[in-house]
């Protein structure tokens, strides 16, 4: 059995979509003058690799602690995301031959985790066109995975792939890496997120088993 992190380390500074606040890290006791370390933090729930929750977009939509962990945890399937240069929007056809099945999560790989912390991983990113999302939902998906930023692109001020998916009571992640380290297609992933009341979303450590 093998274990691989997908998760991004929280720090200050780190990469997070344009226009939020910057997260900040600091050490508020230290073992050297206090006997004891203690780090306090701020940060949107919405940085490094985290979980959507409905609430994110959808009026009364559930919040984060109120999510079955079921629907971020079990068994996935990798798409590996290959398209033309130029093109950005993802459609149904990036799912020809992948064997998916209802109530998968699916992890897109894109490769792009390996830019993070360049301009280009938060803003030249691929994202869901619509009938792509809604192939998604139809096929009866869990979750969805990505190694990018967002499922909808910097420019738009409507969020079609969040609405359709939280809509939907569909999970997503956000800000994975390390797929390019799983060599099989199907994998058991788990992305818990932090019990947080009320809240849009929440940070998780994520990673995938590999039973050999």
Request: aromatic share 10%.
């Amino acid at each position: 059995m093998r274990i691989i992190d997908l998760s991004q380390v929280l720090e200050t500074g780190m990469p997070q979509y344009p226009g939020q606040p910057d997260a900040v890290f600091r050490q508020v006791a230290q073992v050297q003058s206090d006997g004891y370390q203690v780090t306090d933090f701020h940060a949107v729930v919405h940085v490094g690799t985290h979980c959507d929750a409905p609430a994110h977009f959808i009026e009364g939509g559930e919040t984060i602690e109120s999510i079955p962990l079921e629907r971020f945890v079990g068994e996935a399937v990798i798409v590996d995301v290959r398209l033309p240069d130029g093109q950005r929007e993802m459609g149904p056809s990036v799912l020809a031959g992948a064997d998916i099945r209802p109530g998968d999560i699916v992890l897109f790989r894109s490769g792009l985790s390996q830019k993070w912390g360049t301009e280009a991983y938060e803003t030249a990113f691929p994202y869901f066109g619509e009938e792509l999302a809604r192939e998604l939902v139809e096929r009866g998906v869990r979750a969805v995975g990505l190694d990018f930023i967002s499922p909808d692109p910097i420019e738009t001020d409507s969020y079609p792939a969040h609405h359709i998916f939280l809509g939907n009571r569909l999970g997503i992640v956000e800000n994975l890496k390390n797929l390019e380290l799983i060599d099989r297609e199907r994998v058991f992933f788990a992305a818990a997120p932090l019990a947080i009341k009320g809240s849009d979303g929440a940070f998780t450590r994520a990673f995938a088993v590999l039973f050999d």
